[in-house]
């Protein structure tokens, strides 16, 4: 079990080296499958009526017109689904007194937000279900919407939901104790209001999902582009009545998803009830204006926060308020109460004070809901973080880098606590901090920075260190109801030929996991990668897991596929040698080749053991056992999570007249422990540092005070183009967690972590010259000027 993985110099090393993608060539040819792509016969298409108002009663639906026009085949509204489905509600046990209103797939008397679905149609066709949505008439009766964070939690407010007494959904508290007195005891206290702009996914395929209801069978099979297909088997299961071996959820090719399909949406949830209603297939795909008003938003933070330091710079104690808004519901059945609460759980990780104060307030309002989308709450807990270190080392007079290097927790003092009691087993700050300094030589672009400033060119140098969490355990979610899985199963089985299949739990959505599985198998069984066909996302096929979410793929289904894999290898080992009259631990495999363990002598290859198991058992010992598949199970112990950690570093270059902020090179250092292929890490770290910087400078959902979405189309919205980004370098530090054999973290969610963070901290070294200060992401022009007092 505990047997080291050894080097990459044997046989069949593939942990540690850079392989590509088996699937890269298919996608890049074209030949994707995707649920868009996907036509069954009979199958009809929906629509969605939206409501214009952000809060509304529903006072009459007149849909006789749609229902006569051609190739409809049915209007239903939330009255006919709701005999169908019962209602969901999106809490969580282990968030006491948390809060929300029932949902069902289409409202029955209350809008709560404008986009939300209302009626649907099912037509023969995509256009002819939108042509009949136009002619629907719906009656609404305004009622106040709630958009302000702060309104909405007055006394006597207006609510965003009738179906709750008020607009606060949860709230939380950490108090080590003692904290006004330590603040009022430090010889520097720093402190800044911060406000963290929505914004959203926007991934290559929208949401899609295909529902076929056998009524002869009583069978539903969905094909759905989800993250998670154990997840909604459970929950189109008990939603709509139907037994769990009844439903079958296929997960096929997914265009990305970053935890925005990890959710219940309410027009998926009424395509089940529409396929179940028409007894036909019936398909829909969000369109890029429908994903604005109806993809789960990300974000939407208002941080009042402050930092105590003693007179050489040593942190004391951090004070931390942090207000979300989400939407009218928390999100189902993840809840959107997680993204705060890692918040303040990850405020300070990577420092070593004692004392913190936390307060959070999860607020309803009448916008799109917000919930889990790509490192939850790690980028605002960071950002908070890091500003108030650079903030305190200008008031301590140190280096950004002498600061940290003073105050982040030392290498060797693990395993350790943070104040806000997260357990970490064993990180490398100062190691990444050290590395960092020398692969962007900051000595040299300090030194520049002096020179050009000197010329009137202004660029900036931002560092952030960050603290991820990753493989979480059944406590993450399980301890407060959901019945999300945190174990992953593996099924691995040698095919007559001789090659190697293997069914696991964790999905594919384009990060790789076909690819570090199917190391990971050939690796640990002895066979090249090309003879293992690694299978995912099918609930008819793949045994049960948690799937792919909070970087766990690696670290959980890695592990599943290593345990499994070895246990199949000791299968083989045992029949070959029955076969050759040997003992097992005289054996080895490598190459497909059942070969003398200490001479390396061939004796048969894994294609003749695999003959004679499945075709000529009669000529083995009585007392042979041909088994050449195994199911194996894995669920994390140890540590609650492995966290991971790393560091960041961005150079900027602002110019002081238009507000415009040219990104000049950034840097990753992080530390995911053992890496598996160390080309997908690079490419995960560099997408999600895509996606932060987006964050910092371009992505916003910005609303008027009725609650209505301004920029709701990519005509309006902006995303990083290549033209805007730098380059970006990657480098690593190895910390392998002992609560595995493989010892794999994750690095999904490192380079979003901290981009953020290190840009803020760019742009406000970059106007240190002016006296100016930003706390507001995105970091927009128009607000630069102002900051710098030009507007």
């Not at 709630?146 to 309104?151: C, H, R, W």
């Not at 979610?477 to 899985?485: Q, V």
Request: hydrophobic share 45%; proline share 5%.
């Amino acid at each position: 079990m505990n047997a080291p993985l050894g080097s990459l110099d044997r046989p069949n090393s593939y942990i540690g080296r850079s392989v590509a993608r088996p699937n890269a060539k298919r996608l890049l040819a074209g030949r994707g499958r995707y649920v868009t792509d996907l036509a069954l016969p009979r199958m009809l298409h929906a629509a969605f009526l939206r409501s214009p108002y952000a809060h509304a009663r529903i006072v009459a639906i007149d849909a006789e017109a749609a229902r006569a026009m051609p190739g409809v085949r049915l209007v239903a509204t939330g009255a006919d689904l709701a005999t169908l489905c019962t209602p969901w509600v999106g809490t969580l046990d282990h968030f006491t007194g948390m809060k929300s209103a029932p949902q069902l797939p289409l409202p029955l008397e209350e809008v709560l937000w404008a986009g939300q679905a209302v009626v649907a149609v099912v037509a023969d066709t995509r256009a002819q279900a939108e042509d009949a949505v136009e002619a629907i008439l719906v009656e609404f009766e305004d009622l106040p919407p709630v958009a302000d964070i702060d309104i909405a939690r007055e006394s006597g407010a207006d609510r965003a939901a009738l179906a709750v007494e008020d607009n606060l959904c949860f709230r939380s508290r950490l108090d080590t104790g003692g904290i006004e007195a330590i603040f009022a005891g430090a010889t520097h206290v720093v402190e800044e209001e911060f406000h963290f702009g929505r914004h959203t996914a926007v991934t290559l395929e929208p949401r899609a999902i295909l529902a076929d209801w056998d009524a002869s069978e009583g069978k539903l099979t969905v094909h759905h582009a989800t993250q998670t297909p154990y997840q909604f088997q459970d929950l189109y299961s008990r939603h709509y009545g139907i037994p769990e071996a009844s439903v079958r959820v296929i997960a096929p090719d997914i265009g990305g998803s970053f935890g925005m399909k990890l959710h219940v949406y309410h027009e998926d949830m009424a395509v089940i009830g529409l396929a179940l209603l028409c007894r036909r297939p019936v398909k829909y795909v969000a369109d890029r204006m429908e994903s604005f008003v109806s993809d789960i938003h990300a974000r939407d933070h208002r941080v009042r926060a402050r930092m105590a330091v003693d007179g050489d710079g040593s942190i004391l104690a951090m004070d931390v308020d942090d207000v979300t808004a989400i939407g009218a519901f928390s999100a189902y059945p993840r809840t959107s109460a997680v993204e705060g609460n890692q918040v303040i759980r990850l405020m300070g990780a990577p420092y070593g004070f004692r004392n913190y104060r936390a307060e959070l307030a999860v607020v309803f309002q009448n916008k799109v809901q917000t919930s889990q989308y790509r490192a939850v709450g790690h980028p605002i807990a960071c950002a908070v973080t890091e500003r108030l270190v650079d903030m305190a080392a200008t008031r301590a007079g140190l280096d950004p880098v002498a600061m940290r290097a003073k105050n982040l927790i030392p290498d060797e003092a693990y395993p350790c606590a943070s104040p806000t009691g997260y357990r970490f087993e064993a990180l490398s700050h100062q190691a990444s901090l050290a590395r960092l300094k020398a692969l962007m030589d900051y000595d040299g672009l300090r030194a520049e920075q002096a020179a050009l400033r000197a010329c009137g060119v202004h660029r900036g140098i931002g560092l952030a260190a960050f603290v991820e969490i990753s493989n979480p355990s059944p406590a993450f979610y399980g301890i407060g109801g959901a019945r999300i899985s945190a174990q992953d199963g593996a099924t691995l089985s040698i095919t007559p030929s001789g090659e190697v299949r293997c069914l696991i739990s964790v999905t594919e959505q384009g990060q790789g996991t076909e690819t570090i599985i199917g190391q990971i198998v050939a690796d640990q069984l002895g066979v090249v990668r090309e003879k293992v066909r690694v299978i995912t996302g099918d609930t008819e096929t793949t045994p049960h897991g948690g799937a792919t979410w909070a970087c766990r793929g690696a670290g959980i289904g890695g592990e599943t596929a290593l345990q499994a894999a070895r246990r199949l290898r000791d299968n083989v080992l045992a029949l070959a040698a029955a076969i050759l009259q040997a003992r097992p631990g005289e054996l080895d495999l490598r190459d497909g080749i059942v070969v003398d363990a200490l001479s390396g002598a061939e004796r048969v290859s894994l294609a003749e053991v695999a003959r004679i198991a499945y075709f000529r058992s009669d000529t083995l010992p009585p007392d042979a056992s041909a088994q050449l598949s195994i199911t194996h199970h894995y669920a994390p112990q140890g540590y609650p999570f492995a966290f991971t950690n790393g560091i960041q570093g961005c150079h900027v270059e602002l110019d002081v007249d238009t507000g415009l902020v040219k990104i000049l090179k950034h840097w990753v250092v992080e530390d995911c422990g053992r890496i598996i292929n160390p080309l997908l890490v690079d490419e995960q770290v560099r997408g999600g540092v895509v996606q932060g910087l987006g964050a910092a400078f371009f992505e916003e959902c910005r609303y008027d005070a009725g609650g209505q979405l301004t920029n709701g189309s990519l005509a309006d919205y902006l995303v990083p183009m290549a033209g805007e980004m730098p380059d970006i370098v990657v480098g690593h530090i190895e910390t392998p967690t002992a609560d595995t054999v493989l010892g794999a973290k994750g690095c999904g969610e490192a380079g979003t972590a901290a981009a953020a963070a290190a840009a803020l901290n760019a742009v406000n070294d970059a106007m240190v010259p002016f006296g100016a200060s930003i706390a507001q992401i995105p970091m927009t022009p128009a607000r630069l000027l102002k900051s710098l007092g030009k507007i």
